[in-house]
């Protein structure tokens, strides 16, 4: 084994350096306009000063540095902000500061009476290396500074010029590191637009949006939704796949294996003779539609997502011209999928382990590049986890790179791992398990995950109440109260959610069966029907929860969460603030959809920028009511069929020199 050559005299040693993820191997996540706030262990042999910094660029052409502080114990903090789309690079850089150390031993030196002549000639060299690297003035005002040093080195003033603070306010302006070491890695950074951070999502069909019961709706009659839509504050309409579907296999009404010859199938099994996943159904109408649909929803606040479902029916164009992309089993036929003991008849998987399976890549990069041509920059997708890694690795890299605006959401309610791979690879947003917890434990464990260890760094999570596919037994239980309960959790809790409408607004909870999730009379399988005025709606109120939501910046962060006690288990509550802690949301929330719950509240001031014996105003954005707090522990009183929670905007009690209160 040949032994690698290194230069000795770099001394410095760094590391654990963070955020870091698996070793390097994948990037943290931020958007445009945040900052990554970069932490390492930085030290060296003896007693020397270490100095650092951390370097970013998005090409090395324009390398930056920003310095770093310490926080002691060797461990140092800097931090940068990302002002541009696509992927930046980062790494830590450290040195032996001979500045610092010679300025540190000077200062001992003169407390002990010592004579220190020789140690100023010393500082006037030291000066003068950094003048080297000074521009403009400051190099000329350093020069003049040694200058001064070696003159006054045998006179009373000399310590006091070499210990001049703004003396060493100039030098640190420009560091001398030879020697430097650098960490072995280089991290890096994706930043996406900052609907990636913050987003509101609406799930419609767009089929079913005719004003008539039982015709098949077009996208020219869902434009027609859209000012509904807007009206309750989303800013993203999501729309299941928009393509032909197959008629082999047709699944009819709940799922069944014996369709009328009415029945309109799932838009999840994808192609027929009128083409495959770059076409549109015909009954929704032409790329025209599809087009002037997009304008229409851009106009009103919107924009539009695709889903995408890397799958065919049997009658796909793909299973006639590319029959080696599918698994054929012993007696000649193509596998259908299934999830035991659910089955999709009416579905082919594609086979990522095919013999073509670079073609297959291709192809299905192309079908993303054929809707981004054509003015789609989000993408929801279908069960991201039963496709392999590397797949997702590739397409969603070169696609970034050529499209770094462009926006993936994971589908992929599987095991954890699983999920946080496919978000490290490079996936924008995830679905979360948010649909299966309900408790205060619950809640406060996931969500402690998600946003207060490494997890927060590559994961942004979309939280949904209920999806097509998924209606949770607390919504089929819990009556409308369930259903308030859900979205304010859902809004506060995370920056972006989502909601499958107008199910969600219109309460709609009646299960297929005992213990299933699945919908009773799915709109995956059949046209719905309903209006969305009716007087039971929710859309007020899910309204007034997007207004406060876009109104409140502590709100539209995940990192922020904190956890706050509460004496009664039915009650959980939780607070989100501004970096400035100019905005601070405090939202308590009754768990319990059949029962009044009372109990005490203990905040913890501290993480809301309050001392111990702080009064604050606590001003209720959703029920409108004012309160006056004294201290950390207050008193609750929610009742689930009115209210059930407090979204408090908390505001601290100041009182001024003139002896008048105001509230911050």
Avoid at 199 to 209: A, L, N
Avoid at 223 to 242: H, K, N, R, T
Avoid at 476 to 491: K, T
Wanted: glycine share 6%; charged share 25%.
């Amino acid at each position: 084994m040949v032994e690698q050559q290194v230069d000795g005299r770099h001394r410095v040693v760094i590391e654990r350096v963070s955020p870091e993820i698996d070793c390097g191997r994948f990037g943290i996540k931020r958007v445009v306009g945040e900052t990554v706030l970069v932490e390492a262990d930085v030290f060296a042999d003896g007693h020397d000063q270490v100095a650092c910094q951390v370097l970013y660029w998005q090409d090395e052409e324009n390398l930056q540095t920003s310095p770093m502080k310490p926080l002691g114990n060797d461990r140092w903090r800097g931090e940068f902000s990302v002002e541009k789309l696509g992927r930046y690079q980062y790494t830590v850089e450290g040195w032996i500061d001979r500045f610092q150390t010679w300025r540190g031993e000077l200062v001992k030196r003169v407390a002990a009476g010592q004579n220190v002549q020789i140690e100023l000639l010393m500082g006037s060299e030291l000066i003068e290396q950094a003048a080297a690297q000074a521009t403009g003035d400051d190099a000329e005002l350093l020069r003049q500074w040694a200058d001064r040093l070696r003159e006054a080195k045998d006179k009373p003033e000399g310590a006091a010029i070499a210990l001049d603070e703004e003396l060493l306010g100039i030098i640190q302006r420009y560091p001398v590191h030879h020697f430097a070491s650098r960490y072995e890695r280089q991290l890096s950074v994706t930043v996406d637009r900052e609907k990636a951070r913050f987003s509101t999502w609406y799930e419609i069909f767009p089929r079913s949006c005719s004003p008539q019961a039982g015709r098949h709706g077009t996208f020219r009659e869902c434009e027609l939704w859209l000012p509904y839509i807007a009206s309750m504050g989303f800013d993203v309409v999501y729309l299941p796949p928009i393509h032909p579907i197959g008629r082999a296999f047709r699944k009819g009404n709940n799922n069944s294996v014996e369709p009328k010859p009415t029945d309109v199938g799932s838009p999840w099994a994808i192609g027929s003779a009128e083409g495959g996943h770059k076409s549109i159904h015909p009954e929704l109408g032409t790329l025209e539609d599809f087009k002037r649909f997009m304008s229409a929803a851009e106009k009103h606040g919107l924009e539009v997502a695709l889903d995408i479902a890397f799958q065919c029916a049997p009658d796909h164009p793909y299973v006639r011209q590319h029959r080696e992309w599918f698994r054929t089993r012993p007696d000649g036929t193509i596998q259908y999928a299934e999830n035991p003991p659910k089955k999709y008849q009416d579905v082919y998987p594609l086979d990522f382990e095919s013999a073509e399976w670079r073609a297959l890549w291709e192809e299905l990069k192309s079908v993303f590049d054929f809707w981004i041509d054509r003015g789609v920059r989000i993408f929801r997708v279908d069960n991201p986890h039963t496709k392999p890694f590397s797949f997702w690795a590739w397409v969603i890299g070169e696609i970034k790179a050529q499209n770094p605006e462009v926006l993936f959401l994971a589908e992929a309610f599987t095991r954890p791992h699983v999920m946080y791979r496919l978000a490290k690879l490079g996936f924008s947003q995830s679905y979360t398990y948010f649909s299966w917890r309900n408790t205060k434990q619950e809640l406060t464990n996931y969500f402690g995950e998600l946003t207060q260890t490494e997890v927060r760094e590559y994961f942004r999570p979309n939280l949904w109440p209920n999806t097509p596919d998924i209606l949770p037994e607390f919504l089929q239980v819990g009556g409308r109260p369930a259903f308030m309960v859900r979205l304010i959790l859902a809004a506060t809790l995370g920056a972006s959610y989502g909601i499958y409408g107008p199910a969600f607004e219109l309460c709609e909870d009646a299960p297929l069966q005992p213990g299933s999730e699945e919908y009773l009379n799915s709109e995956k399988y059949e046209l719905k029907h309903r209006d969305p005025h009716s007087a039971g709606s929710l859309k007020n109120f899910i309204a007034r929860i997007n207004r406060i939501r876009k109104e409140n910046p502590a709100l539209q962060s995940n990192r922020n969460l904190r956890f706050h006690s509460t004496d009664n288990p039915a009650l959980i509550c939780y607070s989100k603030s501004t970096g400035d802690l100019s905005n601070v949301i405090v939202v308590i929330v009754n768990l319990d959809c059949f029962h009044t719950q009372t109990g005490w509240v203990d905040l913890d001031l501290g993480s809301v920028g309050l001392g111990a014996d702080h009064a604050f105003q606590a001003h209720d954005l959703l029920g409108a009511g004012r309160y006056l707090w004294h201290g950390s522990r207050n008193y609750v009183e929610l009742t689930p069929e009115s209210l059930p929670a407090q979204i408090l905007r908390v505001h601290r009690w100041v009182r001024t020199e003139r002896d008048f209160d105001y509230y911050l």
